[in-house]
Structure formats: structure tokens, C-alpha cells
């Protein structure tokens, strides 16, 4: 169950960004790592060494347990420095005058030790534009940039890797997909147009190589999401220390499932959905959403470190991911979306994703839950039936014994640390949140 908060003075001091008003944490279970009236949306982890970082995307919650669940719009940090079993308080990431706020990832750089964290920045005149914000000290305080510029004006979705200081981060503004590298460790930018097409992008995960090639997996949308090929899966890699960048189309698929009728969504937000990642061995996998011709699945692929991972035809299917119809999901009508992947040892990956296959009754808005599997051979078999990651918390009025009524962003986050897998998502009642629904972003660590 999440530790219990207790109220302490304000916070002053923590460097330029400052922190929240809430006591360390220990992690127990399926924890809350946010503020305990919310509203906390969509949240990523990495992980490095003892250090686990996690970003959360805070809109204004429910006041009635703090005061400060109420507060305005922030990207804050939360990080542990004991392998994920507690966490310092939450930080927030300054924000250079920007209103609104959202679209959290975090890399580290394993070589400086580095954090750095993406999100998008947008209001009251502003651009939508990308920030990424910087910390030396491991997370206590943090300097901010603006790096897109002047190609990108309305961009989304970024998503970052860094290596020895080379800083890679990709974002789209409708179909043009767009890099900004920093060769300099964050203080200066280059902003290039790595590719146009016909597709509307999301950067979706990135990972590097042994070379510190930086490779992200795009989950792209034929124009608005829909027909027999709106779902684009492809990889990109830019080569170490240039904006170089080539693309392989991997797998396509229809659009995504629309969300229930009694809930109001955002743009494809059950849509094309992928992840990449490799394995000490230096393959690559891409998990991806297969929605053709039936309720959503989870599907893997995957190309050898031996081969061009660039072409196209050097990737192959392994095969289904999800075992969603294991428990419950009458006649394989549950869906499967938000699939992560991390790659561990040679030939060994964890993956989790979110079903509804608990749903009682089987409506789309009750019964979602976190699930998590692993495989040591890249995913020809798997080493057991998916474990359920996310617990029920009678603390939260959106947690019920069968799961969570609804996923709270569209993607959640993994990464390793030795034989612990550890892991962050958000839970919600609808896609709205706010004060009266508010959701809450959720953090486990579990053996691999």
C-alpha cells in the first residue's frame, strides 16, 4: 500500500527549481509516488546505478488531503537513491514562464551521470514549444532550455537519450519529425528536420548502442488515425555525434480502439502505441500495438545486432506478447495497450503493457491493470504467465479491487536495475482528472 503522507513546513532551499511540501517516501508495493489528491498524469522513469528518477506531469488536484495537490500546473522529480526502495521529495523542474506543461521523459547519461528530462511548454502566447531540464547533483536541482527552434513551432511528443554529453532528442510537429542534439551536454542545440512524410509522429522510446548510435522507436499515424493502414511502427537511428538519421518502417497496423462512449479522449489516444530497446548482446526489439482485425494485442519484433537494424527487410516478427486472455477477457475482448520494453542480458527483456481483462462488466472503463512478463531467448517463449503489477489501494477512490477504471496517460515507463524491474504508470476514473477526478501515478519494483 502507498506510505502514508504527512504535512511538513514548505520546503525552502533545493536549488533554483525548489521542492514540495511532502515527506520522504518508502516504497511498498504499488506506492503513489505524487501528491495524494493528484492530479498526476502520464509519468516516465530511468533508472542508473542506486538512482531511479521518475517525472510526473501534475495538473491541479484535489486539495481536500493537502493543500498543495491543489497547486498549478509543474513538471516535477522524484528520486531514490537506494535502488527504488524510497524516494526524496517531489521537485519541480523550472519552467521558464510557460503556463501549461506536460509531456514528461527522463534519460540518464550513464557515462556524466547526468539527468535530463524532456516536456512540452506551451500557453498564453507561447509557442508549443520543448524544454529539457538538466541536474548534475542527482536530482536536486535543475536548470531549464527551450531547444526547438526556429523549424519547429508547434511541436509534441518529444522523447531523449543522452551518452558522454551528446544529448539526442526527437519531436514532431504533424508529419515533419524533428531532432535537436546537444554535443555539449545541454548548453548549446541544433535543431534538423530528419524526415517528412505522410504520417502524423510520436516519438514513442529511444535507447543507445554500444557505438552510442542513438536509436527511437516512432509510433506514427496515417493522417487522422484511421483506415486499414493508420498505424506506422518504425525505428530511427542517429548516428553517434551527428544528426544523421535513417529510418525502417517495421510493422503497420489499423487505428487503435476509440475510447467508451461515456468518456471523452484525446487524439489517438488509444492509438499507435511501440517501444524500443536492446539487449546486452546489442539487439533490437520493438513491441507494438496490433489492432488488425481484433481487440487490441501486444506483438514483438526484432533485428540482430549482426545485421543493418536500418533495412527494413533485417527486421523480423517474433511473435504475441500479451497473454490477456490468461483470466477473464470473455471471447478476447479486453484490450491491450501502452506497451513498454526494456532489454537486460543478452536475449533477456521485460515488458509490461495495460488490459482491461478484469473488467467486470467487460465496458473499457473498469478493471485495467499493469502487467508485466519477461523472456531470456528474445521473446520465442516466455518465462511464465504475466504477473499483475498494480494493486488495489482502497486510498484512492479510482483503485477497486479489480484494477483501476481507466489508464492516466498514454504511455508508462520501465527500466532495470540488476534482477529488479522497476516501473511507473498512472491510474484515473475518465481522461479528463481534475480536482473531482483526480489520478494518481503509481510506482512498483518487482524481481525480473
Partial sequence: MPSAWTLQPAATGGGPAGTARLDDLVASGATNLGFCGGDDWEPEIAASGQHVYVGIAHFPGDPTCDPASGGPREIYVRSSHDGGSSFGPLVKLPRLGYPSVVDV???????????????????????????????????????????????????????????????????????????????????????????????????????????????????DCLGSCTGTTAAIFQVSRTQAGTSNTAFARVAEGTAGPHCPPSVSCGFAYWGPQDDIAIDGAGNLYLVWQDNLGRPPIVQLSSCSASTDCTRSTNWRHVGRVDDKTATGCAGGGCYALYPRIEGGSAGKISVIWMDDRLGAPLDHNNGWNVWYRTSTNGGVSWSRRSVRVSQFDPARSESHANGFEFPYGDYQGIDLLGNQAVMVWGEGHNYVGGPSNPGHVIYRSMPT
Avoid at 502566447?125 to 527551450?146: C, E, I, P, Q, Y
Avoid at 514532431?172 to 554535443?183: K, M
Fill in 105 to 219: 521523459v527522463v534519460t540518464v547519461d550513464e557515462i556524466t551521470e547526468a539527468v535530463y528530462v524532456s516536456f512540452l511548454a506551451f500557453g498564453a502566447g507561447f509557442d508549443t514549444d520543448v524544454l529539457v531540464a538538466k541536474s548534475t547533483d542527482f536530482g536536486s536541482t535543475w536548470t531549464t532550455t527551450k531547444i526547438n527552434g526556429p523549424l519547429c513551432t508547434a511541436c509534441d511528443h518529444p522523447w531523449l537519450v543522452a551518452h558522454d554529453d551528446d544529448v539526442y532528442v526527437m519531436y514532431a510537429s504533424g508529419e515533419d519529425h524533428f531532432l535537436s542534439r546537444s554535443d555539449d551536454g545541454g548548453a548549446t542545440w541544433t535543431e534538423s528536420l530528419v524526415l517528412e512524410d505522410a504520417h502524423v509522429a510520436f516519438a514513442e522510446g529511444g535507447v543507445l548502442d554500444a557505438a552510442g548510435n542513438a536509436w527511437f522507436a516512432w509510433g
